[in-house]
């Protein structure tokens, strides 16, 4: 059976499957941001999610979507980031088994994330190859069923629910911005919202150091990221055809940014919101504050997707 | 006239006054925070005040609680720390002109906060003596009303306004906690929750080096911070007449805690809450942390005072 493609159908019913599993997030909005802007900005707080990051959201929809039998050898998924905790979360709610391949120089808090949700740690060289063979063996042995980290019509479809909460709270905004890495998080959410508001100006947001989603978009075809370089570091990843097919459907407008720019929008958002996001989070806001769109006067969604920082490392 | 007491009454009072002026402020819980706890903690987060701290709130009193008669000339007061910009603030919305008098060794942010509300600066040496006279001396010279950071029954009953927002969104409580500096938080808090909430058990908390409150109320009898060396910046101040007099009358324990204490307890409300804070909202926490009280099975409010941090010297 082919997965079920992903419609605002398909976001509304993960809406009601993660409830109660997830949290809804606030919305926050600063009156320095906006004058500054010269627009109003609606910052969507993913950071306040369950284990720090929107992730929460794609896996449960996606743990919760399974049957129990066919979950009965649990889920696998490879990840260096917030992902494997997801999972492990999700599947301990779930009552099943996660094992989570991580890379071996991973961070001491990612293990202990991913740890500290019952999710078992299973470390590979640092290679996307070897991540791949280690998640492929598992499945093979083991019967578990592979969680993708975006490339999943699921996990899509759950990260897409972020949409649905603030078109709710805020009905009002005419332009919503995401940050793209694999582009789950981009493509659910334009989904949603450009079914919802066709009107809305959907625009992705990319590190300049890791911007295939940029050079896809600008080009029609899918290119990857040879060697990304950045600090943004949930965003190193590149979109698959699925998620670049939403994308060029729903997005109306791909922007990067620099380093630089990223570092200054991080710090920007920590002062004035007083909140603790992590360097991805600050992407989209960041072409705000280089002046990369034109916000005037436009009512601005703006998905801030995880809090998970190391507090000894601040790339200020 | 003598000044009014501080009453349930002229908190509720302030509660109107203060409406649409400052922010009523989130309550945040964290699950992995509980289970440290053992009981369920409440984080009314003031650090997401208007101006980043509680301060907004009296300093909104006080101003409208004067006539613009007794406003001609102004406003005045002397600060190093968040008090100052709050009065800016509260003269800006009231239409007066406030002279803020700060120590010449303030943080370039401190200046920078107060002048961004329209205050006007006039810079003193560091020391208390220097920051009275000056102060005096525009009140003597001008006319304008001193606005005192805590020893003022107006101020105090604005900071009162806290517990009637947190009982109202969390009736249960069954302690609250809150950092003691000059008193006049603590004062206005215990006054609205014991009259409340007779049953409730108020806790204030004090940074070791600056340990005043802790030693007045053990012995009695009022006693100054000759020396005080604390990284809670805000809790640097000693009790009046008047917060000693009300804290003795509502508060039921006094606490102190290490410095270590502090840091580490910021650095997990950080870690786990995702929002900034400054070193002084860290002290309530920082005596559950260490098991200096026994929360288990409580209901607990901790007032998250301010969230105004250099982010270049974090204290870890």
């Known amino acids: 059976m082919a997965p079920p493609e992903v419609t605002l159908q398909s976001i509304q019913a993960a809406r009601e499957r993660i409830a109660g599993r997830v949290r809804r997030t606030p919305v926050l909005e600063s009156e320095t941001l906006n004058t500054l802007a010269g627009g109003r900005l609606y910052f969507k707080c993913e950071n306040f999610q369950e284990g720090g990051a929107f992730k929460a959201r794609g896996a449960a929809n996606a743990l919760f979507s399974l049957s129990q039998e066919a979950l009965r050898a649990g889920v696998v998924t490879h990840s260096s980031g917030n992902h494997g905790a997801a999972v492990a979360r999700a599947a301990r709610l779930r009552g099943v088994r996660a094992r989570i391949v991580m890379p071996e120089n991973s961070s001491a808090a990612k293990f202990e994330a991913v740890r500290s949700f019952g999710g078992e740690v ?16 598992f499945i093979r042995d083991t019967g578990a069923v592979f969680i993708h980290p975006y490339d999943d019509p699921r996990v899509i479809a759950g990260q897409g629910t972020i949409a649905l909460e603030l078109l709710e709270e805020v009905p009002e905004l005419s332009w919503l911005m995401v940050p793209v ?136």
């Open 122 to 137: 299973f470390m590979c060289a640092p290679t996307l190859a070897a991540r791949e063979a280690m998640a492929e063996q």
């Open 181 to 316: 890495g694999g582009g789950g998080l981009a493509s659910g959410v334009s989904t949603a919202a450009k079914t919802l508001r066709p009107s809305i100006h959907m625009v992705g947001v990319e590190p300049a150091g890791a911007d295939d989603a940029y050079r896809s978009f600008t080009s029609g075809k899918l290119t990857g990221n040879a060697h990304p370089e950045t600090v943004a570091d949930g965003l190193r990843g590149a979109l698959s055809m699925r998620t670049f097919g939403l994308i060029r459907e729903h997005v109306d407008e791909v922007v990067t940014v620099s380093e630089t720019a990223i570092v200054r929008a991080m710090r920007t958002l920590w002062q004035h919101l007083k909140i603790i996001i992590e360097p991805s989070s600050a992407v989209p806001y960041a072409a705000v504050l280089e002046n990369l769109v034109d916000v005037r006067d436009q009512r601005v969604g703006i998905i801030l997707t995880g809090g998970n920082v190391d507090l000894d490392a601040l790339p200020w």
